[in-house]
């Protein structure tokens, strides 16, 4: 679920804007590296967190236990109106872009998958692994015939200056979006065999595989194309391929382009229902997102809500816009709950830790200091996304005010 839901579109869309920002392959690489390095400090955060709440509601329950239930409500306020909805629809316009349909299209396959997830997690688990399964095994084809292509090709030349700080920050920002998804095998803990050991091995292995692959595939496109063309295409992959092995490497690209993006698609929506219906069963959402479906077993309301909603937005949004606001959004909650590891070993050292974070406190340090700066990059650069993002979560303040009261009433 992690590898299949974490490889998406960035891998496939992603290299050309990268290029564009950054002036030579190891500076390429390096970014690639630091956001995995920086994804794989908030999994082992997370995985020591998810060890000791293994129970579903993943991010909002640490934030309640760390700072208590406002900031988890808002967290889950703002998966719903931006972070996994908007996540999901970007996803969902990059499906649109690779079908050769317009923005209507970006919708279908939202709705498609929300109503297989309706019927079971099992159809959304096999959903799941099928597509994972097949793009891992695409992708691992594709890395292979790039790599064996040849020698490297020229560094990629930038199009501002080499030592630009806003140029990396903007590449790094698309390098976090590549990586989105990370975290959200831990909204499902509650339904994991064996959550203490089963949580952390998968943020573990599943982050490490896909920095693997991310990195041998940059490697890759560099084989096979030159500075210009990686610069001058928003489909990189597809143009390797149909490099390498004509018009039929491109269409088969392409078609693994589409089966990833549904695997990514199916991981989130199947996912964040779990959240809604976490927080409304401790009265902190609206009732009926805690509802479950008799017959199988499903919060079939909190995904049909989430379905409307990110069809909405996928229709409204452009993939760079959409993918900005979520990594800008997500990252404020991102460095709160990872702030929670020292946070909690400090005021509740009896609890038991079935696993710790390697290397406490500096992987959890490094990754809050890269959260605030990410954060404060991106508002400078790019305000208007970025009070966008806030506006949505502060909406949700009179909505939590409101649940509380109900709540309370006899």
């Known amino acids: 679920m992690v590898a299949g839901t974490i490889i998406g579109s960035g891998i496939f869309l992603l290299p050309s804007a990268i290029a564009m920002q950054i002036a030579s392959l190891p500076a390429v690489l390096l970014v690639w590296v630091a956001g995995g390095v920086l994804t794989v400090f908030g999994a082992l955060s997370l995985a020591e967190l998810g060890a000791m709440y293994p129970g579903a509601g993943g991010l909002c329950t640490y934030l309640r236990e760390a700072y208590g239930p406002l900031p988890a409500f808002l967290y889950a306020w703002g998966l719903l109106s931006m972070i996994h909805s908007g996540s999901i629809a970007a996803l969902a316009v990059a499906f649109s872009l690779f079908a050769g349909g317009g923005k209507a299209l970006s919708a279908l396959p939202i709705l ?34 790039m790599c064996l292509r040849g ?11 080499a030592t630009s700080i806003a140029g990396y920050t903007i590449a790094l920002i698309a390098v976090l979006w590549a990586y989105e998804g990370w975290h959200v095998v831990s909204f499902v803990a509650g339904e994991l065999r064996a959550p203490q050991r089963d949580l952390p091995r998968a943020l573990l292995i599943g982050t490490g595989l896909v920095m693997a692959i991310y990195l041998t595939a940059t490697v890759g496109y560099n084989r096979v194309l ?3 063309q990686i610069r001058g295409s928003d489909t990189v992959a597809a143009l390797a391929m149909g490099t390498l092995i004509g018009p039929a490497g491109a269409t088969t690209i392409s078609v693994l382009i589409l089966v990833s993006l549904a695997g990514s698609l199916n991981g989130l929506i199947l996912s ?74 400090r005021r509740r050292p009896q609890i038991e830790r079935p696993f710790r974070v390697p290397g406490y406190p500096w992987a959890s340090l490094l990754f809050c200091a890269a959260a605030l700066g990410l954060v404060a990059a991106t508002f400078v650069q790019q305000p208007a996304g970025a009070l966008t993002g806030i506006g949505l979560v502060a909406c949700g303040v009179p909505v939590y005010a409101v649940a509380r009261r109900r709540a309370a009433r006899p």
Do not use: H
């Open 272 to 345: 964040g229902p779990r959240v809604y219906y976490a927080m409304a069963r401790e009265g902190l959402f609206p009732g009926a997102f805690g509802r479950v479906s008799e017959r199988y077993g499903t919060p079939t309301f909190a995904l049909v809500v989430q379905g409307l909603w990110t069809a909405a937005l996928a229709i409204s949004g452009s993939y760079q816009q959409l993918f900005t606001d979520v990594v800008f959004t997500a990252w404020i909650f991102y460095g709160l709950a990872v702030a929670a590891v020292p946070l909690l070993r």
């Open 112 to 145: 498609a998958l929300t109503a297989i997830n309706c019927l079971g997690i099992r159809n959304g688990k096999l959903v799941q692994n099928l597509a994972a399964a097949a793009k891992l095994t695409g992708l691992a084809a594709m890395i292979v015939l």
């Open 226 to 228: 030159t500075p210009q």
């Open 151 to 161: 020698p490297l090709r020229a560094p990629i030349a930038a199009t501002g200056p």
